[in-house]
């Protein structure tokens, strides 16, 4: 006896018992995405949430950095009388800067912070996007292009209280000088009216570089600048390099000393982040020398 033909009595069934048609010339509307910008991150900043992230930096990420990096925190007296959301400017050498940043900052800002963090890598899947969301507050943010979702989504919560952390190098560095800074930080400042507080983050890169998943013990500093703010008018364009001279002279301050870091940006000779620009084996070592050019302070004659 001949078996029916399954496929043929489906097609035979009427709607609802099968999928409707499609009149021709409509288009299929588009499937809405869950990740990349996409991925909504507002349960993440609701209480429950908040309270599993306070755990997280407080009882895994702080003893986690203090045992592989042990921080030295300079600067904090710059940034303890601001009232205000703030946007944190970072330069950005490894995945250690984050959960190093966020257990460094003061403790009034430290569980009122997002960190915009790349679409396209944190944000790939659900996975990855909860874990990014939940133990960090990263939003997604594009590094590519403007992306208005991302931009609308950051002036939202400055507006509504909340600081943000954004490393605006746009990437970790594979050999431990920085890129120039890219304007995201400078565009959120202008369009809020947010001090943007320059952080220098030094050593990370030797500890956890770009490519490696097992952290190396070895020491850390984190320098906190006054707050920049844009001067009445002033674009974009003009602000972003002030915010990366100021991260540039924390690094200088870092490695030398205050007052000869101080010396150098009155004169507009500090350093770039960007390193020296040469071959691969000069810029290797002029960042050895750099590592190891730590001297004592220098104070002025008097």
């Given at each position: 006896?001949?078996?029916?033909?399954?496929?043929?009595?489906?097609?035979?069934?009427?709607?609802?018992?099968?999928?409707?048609?499609?009149?021709?010339?409509?288009?299929?509307?588009?499937?809405?995405?869950?990740?990349?910008?996409?991925?909504?991150?507002?349960?993440?900043?609701?209480?429950?949430?908040?309270?599993?992230?306070?755990?997280?930096?407080?009882?895994?990420?702080?003893?986690?950095?203090?045992?592989?990096?042990?921080?030295?925190?300079?600067?904090?007296?710059?940034?303890?009388?601001?009232?205000?959301?703030?946007?944190?400017?970072?330069?950005?050498?490894?995945?250690?800067?984050?959960?190093?940043?966020?257990?460094?900052?003061?403790?009034?800002?430290?569980?009122?912070?997002?960190?915009?963090?790349?679409?396209?890598?944190?944000?790939?899947n659900q996975i990855t996007s909860a874990y990014a969301a939940l133990a960090f507050g990263a939003i997604p943010m594009e590094r590519t292009?403007?992306?208005?979702?991302?931009?609308?989504?950051?002036?939202?919560?400055?507006?509504?209280?909340?600081?943000?952390?954004?490393?605006?190098?746009?990437?970790?560095?594979?050999?431990?000088?920085?890129?120039?800074?890219?304007?995201?930080?400078?565009?959120?400042?202008?369009?809020?009216?947010?001090?943007?507080?320059?952080?220098?983050?030094?050593?990370?890169?030797?500890?956890?570089?770009k490519g490696s998943f097992t952290p190396r013990r070895g020491a850390v500093t984190v320098t906190f600048g006054a707050p920049l703010r844009?001067?009445?008018?002033?674009?974009?364009?003009?602000?972003?390099?002030?915010?990366?001279?100021?991260?540039?002279?924390?690094?200088?301050?870092?490695?030398?000393?205050?007052?000869?870091?101080?010396?150098?940006?009155?004169?507009?000779?500090?350093?770039?982040?960007?390193?020296?620009?040469?071959?691969?084996?000069?810029?290797?070592?002029?960042?050895?020398?750099?590592?190891?050019?730590?001297?004592?302070?220098?104070?002025?004659?008097?």
């Amino acid at each position: 006896m001949a078996r029916p033909n399954l496929k043929r009595m489906i097609q035979g069934l009427e709607f609802p018992l099968r999928a409707p048609t499609r009149p021709s010339g409509v288009d299929h509307p588009a499937i809405k995405k869950r990740t990349g910008t996409d991925y909504d991150t507002a349960w993440a900043r609701r209480y429950g949430a908040r309270v599993a992230r306070s755990a997280i930096l407080d009882g895994v990420f702080r003893p986690a950095v203090e045992l592989i990096a042990a921080p030295r925190v300079e600067g904090l007296d710059r940034v303890e009388t601001i009232n205000e959301p703030v946007i944190i400017a970072a330069n950005h050498r490894s995945h250690l800067d984050t959960p190093l940043l966020l257990t460094s900052l003061p403790r009034q800002w430290r569980h009122h912070t997002v960190i915009a963090a790349a679409a396209d890598y944190f944000f790939t899947n659900q996975i990855t996007s909860a874990y990014a969301a939940l133990a960090f507050g990263a939003i997604p943010m594009e590094r590519t292009k403007v992306a208005r979702r991302s931009a609308d989504l950051a002036i939202e919560l400055l507006r509504t209280g909340w600081n943000l952390v954004i490393f605006p190098e746009g990437g970790r560095s594979p050999d431990g000088w920085g890129h120039e800074f890219r304007g995201g930080a400078a565009y959120l400042s202008v369009r809020t009216g947010c001090p943007v507080v320059p952080v220098h983050l030094g050593g990370t890169a030797k500890i956890l570089p770009k490519g490696s998943f097992t952290p190396r013990r070895g020491a850390v500093t984190v320098t906190f600048g006054a707050p920049l703010r844009p001067e009445p008018g002033e674009p974009m364009r003009q602000f972003n390099p002030r915010i990366e001279a100021a991260v540039a002279a924390l690094a200088d301050e870092a490695t030398t000393d205050w007052w000869s870091a101080r010396r150098r940006r009155a004169s507009s000779t500090t350093p770039p982040l960007t390193g020296p620009d040469a071959s691969d084996w000069r810029r290797a070592w002029a960042m050895e020398g750099r590592r190891k050019d730590r001297r004592q302070p220098q104070w002025p004659k008097l």
